[in-house]
């Protein structure tokens, strides 16, 4: 059982656009969110998170927004770059558990 | 660099093999996860281990199993291999046992090709 889906497998953007990736779960015990990159023959390497006490979390470029009564969350990158062309995974724990839940990813590929 | 290293980065076997995977964790770290990642799939969490301990498990085979040591770098032993155990696998650390509310350090993951 999928608890965290990642619904779009790919998508393409234009160098300098915003580039939107969306992630939606369905254990509302979550509280705690994370974004991770990851390029080929790399491991994933952790982008930006969100506590389930905040709607919004801003670092440079990337700004993720979560929408608890939706259980979606979605990760904004402005101005897209070639650089951040990568797959993205979206993560969720809760804060009594053990474990973090993985979404499958999608492939963001950043046109020049 | 994560700081966590994992070994070999690729392995080739067959069918009814048994493997062992490596993993140093970050210094300091006292965490330990395994994931696997089949084709067009997410990160499966496998197993977690904290100061030498089983803390939680996931999707794992009782084919596999896992360990930590005093050393606290973990092995995963898949055993019994069948095509369908072909994927990456990844280690993750982090300083927390339980309360996830940090991030996890990933291995660059080992490549296992099950023929």
């Known amino acids: 059982d999928q608890q965290v889906k990642q619904n779009s497998p790919s998508l393409s953007v234009q160098e300098g656009r915003i580039s939107i990736l969306n992630c939606d779960y369905t254990n509302s015990m979550f509280d705690y969110f994370l974004w991770y990159k990851k390029y080929p023959a790399e491991g994933p390497t952790f982008l930006i998170s969100?506590?389930?006490?905040?709607d919004k979390n801003e670092d440079g470029r990337f700004t993720v927004f979560l929408n608890k009564s939706a259980k979606h969350l979605s990760l904004h990158i402005v101005p897209s770059q070639p650089g951040d062309s990568a797959v993205y995974f979206c993560?969720?724990?809760?804060?009594?558990?053990?474990?973090?839940?993985f979404g499958t990813g999608t492939s963001l590929t950043v046109i020049p | 660099d994560s700081g966590v290293t994992q070994t070999p980065k690729h392995l080739i076997t067959a069918t009814g093999q048994r493997v062992t995977l490596r993993c140093s964790p970050r210094s300091g770290d006292l965490s330990v996860y395994w994931y696997q990642q089949s084709l067009d799939q997410g990160l499966q969490f496998l197993i977690q281990?904290?100061?030498?301990?089983?803390?939680a498990k996931g999707n794992i085979l009782e084919r596999f199993s896992a360990q930590q040591f005093p050393d606290l770098h973990s092995e995963l032993n898949l055993s019994s291999l069948e095509l369908g155990d072909s994927a990456l696998y990844f280690c993750a650390s982090s300083p927390q046992g339980t309360g996830m509310t940090g991030e996890l350090f990933f291995g660059e993951g080992s490549r296992l090709t099950v023929l």
């Open positions: 993560a969720a724990s809760a804060n009594t558990g053990n474990q973090f839940y």
């Open positions: 281990y904290y100061n030498g301990e089983e803390r």
């Open positions: 969100i506590s389930s006490i905040k």
